[in-house]
Structure formats: C-alpha cells, structure tokens
C-alpha cells in the first residue's frame, strides 16, 4: 500500500514539475513579449514621430513651392515636367496640365533647343546647372527669358529639381543699353564706336580670307550746312533722318552703314569688287540727288564720296580710312556731288 501511494505522489509531483516548467517558460515568454511590446512601442513611437515630422516638412516644401515667386519645376530625366508651380503657370499662361502634358522642348524656342539638351545632358551626368538661361514660349506665343539653378541628378533617382527666374525685362533692357551704345540716336543708323569694331572685325576676316575684299566709303554731305543755317536744325535733324533711312533702304544685309558724326557717314561693304564698289557709290549719289520732303519744305542736296580698299591700296584700317577721306575731299575740291576711288 505504501509502495502505491510513492508512486502516486511520484507521478503528482512530475506532473507538478511539468506544469511548474510550463509556467515558467510561459512566463518567461511573457517578459520577451512585454520586451518585443515595450520595443514596437518604441518604435511606433518614433515612427509616428518621424511621421510627423514628414508630414511637416513636406507641407512647408508645398506651401514654399506653392508660393514661391520663383518658377520652382520638377521634371524627369525623360524631359517631362512632373511638377509646376503656380508662378511657372502664371508667367507663361498655360495650366499645369498642359505643361505637365508636353515635353518641355515643346516650349523652348528652337535656337535653343541643342544647347538645352547639351544642359540636360549634364545634368543626367549629376553636373549642376547655374546660371543657363534659354527662353520659353508662352501662351500667347511670346519668348521668355528664363535663367536656371538645378543641382545634377542623383543617380537611382531620375528627377530634376530646378528653380527658375524670368530675365525677360532685363535682356530687354541689356539689348536697349547696347543699342544706344552702338546706335546714333537721331538716325538709328550705327555710330562710330560700332564702326570701329565692326572696322576691326572686317579687316580680321579679310586677312584670313586671301580672296576677300572689302571697300570702305566716307560719304560727306553737300550743301548741309546751309540748310541748317537757313532753316534751322530741326530741319537739318529731319533731313539727317531721311537720309539715313534712304541710306537703308539701298543696304545689304552683309553692309555696315554708320553715321560718325554731322553730316558724315562711313559705308563698309565685303566682297564686292571695284567696278561693283564704285556703281554703289554711283547709286548712292543719285539717290542723295533726289529732293527730300520734309514737312513743308523740299530740298535738294547732294553727296561726295570717297573710296578706298583693303588690302590693296590700303593695307590696315588706318589707311583704308585716310585714304577714303582724302579721295572724299579730293571730291569736294574739284566740284562736289560725286564719288572717287583712292589710287
């Protein structure tokens, strides 16, 4: 009887232990979950943290791209337009739609479509951009100058970050600026500072090209003062006018017609040969010839013209200009209203 109640209380006590080892184990189960717990806590935390986070700085990027005065884009390496701005869609009239629904070579003006591929190209290879600038087409079918700041791409990430301003009005007031610094105001034809470029340039071309030619002719007014005496310089201004444009009207693309001051003009003209030379002075003349019409009055006047070449006889551009000023006075002496080539 002893022997079986040993042997009961063996087996209550194994089961005992089992039990005892379960609860151990599952308690000890419980202290790692209340661990992994207490981590995803802390990582949920700091998740939601980062979260937050994100979700303010990308609504402060949002409000900066929404109202920055900038032209702030977005695009793919495919040329596309992933994103605009409103300022983009403002300065050029069209919705973010139809920005979004062309490439943006769509909108480049064609004689600046290879140097922004040469651009984009760059990019790609994670240069950056400063400082390019190419104009853009806008709704209304104006052109747009545009000066672009983008970083290169990052690689695995094939989007192009770029902000841009619009430099429309300050091209415009450069072109204005370098127009009245070569122009003569009154006549709208070149002054002489852009004659004297223009000389020098000329003379350069001419040496590299043994077969060219180019012909200078120093035109003078005769009979101008007088007018300004008699009818004043109004008339005078308006009559300088007249001439200039009649002076355009006879002149080649290749030409460079200048007025160097009063009633004296220089007339650049490259590869044309003497024979071809002395038949424009010859046109010239008559043209001058032909009375002028101005508000209420008509008057006559005429011209001297003096002509000489380089390379030959004149062999730089202080001589081409000495000489075609003494064959134009040499005009004047022996009776005006004519034309003569240096010899």
């Not at 087409?137 to 100058?145: C, L, V, Y």
């Not at 004297?196 to 040496?207: F, G, K, P, V």
């Not at 002028?292 to 390379?311: H, K, M, N």
Request: charged residues 30%; proline residues 3%; negative net charge.
């Amino acid at each position: 009887m002893k022997r079986d109640n040993y042997e009961r209380d063996l087996a209550i006590l194994k089961r005992l232990r089992a039990q005892a080892e379960e609860v151990e184990a599952l308690r000890a189960r419980v202290a790692q979950l209340e661990l992994e717990k207490n981590a995803l806590l802390r990582t949920s935390g700091r998740m939601n943290e980062e979260l937050e986070h994100y979700l303010q700085v990308k609504k402060e990027w949002d409000w900066f791209f929404d109202n920055s005065p900038d032209l702030l884009c977005i695009a793919g390496t495919d040329a596309y337009f992933k994103r605009v701005n409103p300022a983009f869609t403002e300065t050029l009239g069209y919705s973010a739609e139809e920005l979004l629904r062309h490439p943006f070579f769509h909108f480049v003006h064609p004689d600046d479509i290879e140097r922004t591929q040469r651009e984009l190209q760059k990019l790609n290879e994670g240069q950056d951009c400063i400082n390019f600038e190419n104009r853009y087409r806008d709704s209304a079918g104006n052109w747009h100058w545009l000066a672009w700041r983008c970083p290169g791409t990052t690689p695995n990430v094939p989007l192009i970050y770029a902000i841009a301003r619009d430099i429309t009005e300050q091209k415009r007031s450069e072109a204005e600026i370098l127009y009245l610094a070569e122009h003569d105001p009154l006549t709208g034809l070149s002054n002489r500072a852009a004659f004297e470029s223009e000389l020098a340039s000329a003379i350069a071309r001419t040496e590299r090209d043994a077969k060219k030619r180019l012909a200078l002719l120093m035109i003078d007014l005769d009979g101008f003062k007088a007018i300004n005496d008699n009818y004043g310089h109004a008339a005078g201004d308006h009559l300088l006018k007249l001439v200039a444009a009649r002076f355009q009207s006879m002149q080649r693309r290749s030409d460079l017609v200048c007025r160097l001051g009063g009633d004296e003009f220089a007339w650049l003209t490259e590869g044309a040969a003497r024979t071809e030379t002395e038949a424009l002075a010859a046109r010239l003349s008559e043209a001058i010839l032909r009375p002028f019409a101005l508000e209420e009055i008509t008057l006559t006047i005429g011209c001297s013209i003096g002509i000489s070449s380089f390379p030959w006889p004149a062999r730089n551009a202080a001589d081409l200009l000495k000489q075609a000023d003494a064959a134009m006075y040499k005009v004047k002496k022996t009776g005006k209203n004519g034309y003569l080539s240096y010899r």
